[in-house]
């Protein structure tokens, strides 16, 4: 956003120095191509750098790795059961489990919440 903000102010400041008769610019044209260019550099680098500090003033919000977050509502009488790494058997398939994986679950009523946040070989189809 920054780097594109900075790129049009660029090109609007350099098309109006160049199409407005200033007072201030030289007079021949290499000079005037000079100035005009320099001043929307300065204008473009402000302008970039307003922006870039606009959109780097709220820190972002920290992923899981992996991009692991778990969430379910549980009501009444649900069940939830989450894993956040394999579940059944040792060595099962896929990556193995982040250690900051993001489990959220909520009940309500009688639900019933069960999280586990790595591998669970205790449950599931394949448990023994």
């Known amino acids: ?6 790129v049009v102010t660029f090109a609007v400041v350099l098309w109006a120095a160049r199409s407005v ?6 007079e021949g044209e290499a000079e ?12 473009a ?6 922006v ?10 920290r992923q899981p790795r992996g991009g692991r977050s778990l969430r379910a509502r549980a009501a009444d009488q649900g069940r939830v059961d989450q894993v956040g790494g394999h579940r059944g058997v040792p060595g099962g398939v896929g990556d193995a489990a982040p250690d900051d994986a993001r489990l959220d679950a909520e009940a309500s009523g009688r639900g019933q919440i069960r999280q586990t946040g790595g591998d669970d070989y205790t449950s599931g189809p394949s448990a023994p």
């Open 1 to 6: 956003m920054a780097v594109a903000a900075a």
């Open 21 to 26: 008769s200033w007072g201030w610019l030289p």
């Open 32 to 43: 005037r191509w000079t100035v005009a260019a320099a001043f929307a550099a300065v204008v």
């Open 45 to 50: 680098g402000a302008v970039g750098a307003a």
């Open 52 to 61: 870039g500090w606009w959109a780097g003033r709220e820190a972002p919000t």
